[in-house]
């Protein structure tokens, strides 16, 4: 089982419509949890990082953690075509590893 | 904040030679930094963990005499890939996780070097 699973899509969604991102994690213990946007032949930006339960909104993004289903997604919403990347979910251990999923393409459609 | 720099940007070698690749943290101190390589169409792969004062942590399956490690500075990692090859030609990230947790326990990526071996 992978440390860190995301669903490798590619997604697609029209413009203004909401992006749904997902991503598992194994290690129960962790705490920390990031997504990073990475545009083709770009390295990886951060967005945004979650350390609690709930929601966590930033702009149009918003992030949400569910520790008990070991569960962490991204929504992003009014979705733009320069939205158009490879989100990776990236999850620190409790062991003070960072794991980082394999990434979810996302094509907005103007 | 949070800057993460990487030099060179881009490098084409020939095929036998070795590659020097820096890794600085602007400002802010790593006591840890992470190489990564990542192939085309592919995700990003963990090669090592490189810690100031000690030896690099490789991952399974990374050649530590090809792959060089040096961390000899709080702010500055370096990986050299010695006679490389066509087959190492890649995209190679570094990141760094702030010490002092002024940015917190993000890892910043620099801004990655494209390197094509002829």
């Known amino acids: 089982q992978k440390e860190v699973e995301q669903n490798s899509g590619p997604l697609s969604v029209p413009e203004g419509a909401i992006a749904s991102l997902n991503c598992t994690y194994s290690d129960r213990g962790s705490q920390s949890f990031f997504w990073y946007r990475q545009y083709s032949g770009k390295s990886p930006e951060l967005i945004m990082s979650?350390?609690?339960?709930g929601d966590k909104e930033d702009g149009r993004f918003t992030a949400q953690l569910n520790k008990a289903s070991q569960y962490v997604s991204l929504l992003i919403r009014d979705s733009q075509p320069s939205d158009s990347a490879t989100y990776l979910c990236?999850?620190?251990?409790?062991?003070?590893?960072?794991?980082f999923g394999t990434g979810t393409s996302l094509t907005v459609i103007p | 904040g949070a800057v993460v720099s990487q030099h060179p940007s881009w490098v084409i070698c020939k095929s036998g030679t070795s590659v020097k690749i820096e890794c600085r943290s602007l400002d802010f101190q790593a006591t840890t930094m992470f190489w990564y390589r990542q192939f085309p169409k592919q995700s990003l792969m963990l090669m090592a963990t490189s810690n100031e004062g000690s030896k690099a942590t490789y991952e399974q399956g990374v050649e530590k005499d090809k792959f060089l490690i040096n961390h000899a500075s709080l702010t500055l990692s370096t990986l050299t890939v010695t006679s490389a090859h066509p087959e190492d030609s890649s995209f190679y990230i570094c990141?760094?996780?702030?010490?002092?947790?002024?940015?917190?326990?993000?890892?910043?990526f620099g801004p990655g070097t494209r390197l094509t071996v002829l």
């Open positions: 979650i350390y609690s339960n």
């Open positions: 990141s760094a996780r702030d010490t002092q947790l002024k940015f917190t326990d993000t890892q910043y």
């Open positions: 990236a999850v620190r251990s409790a062991g003070n590893q960072f794991y």
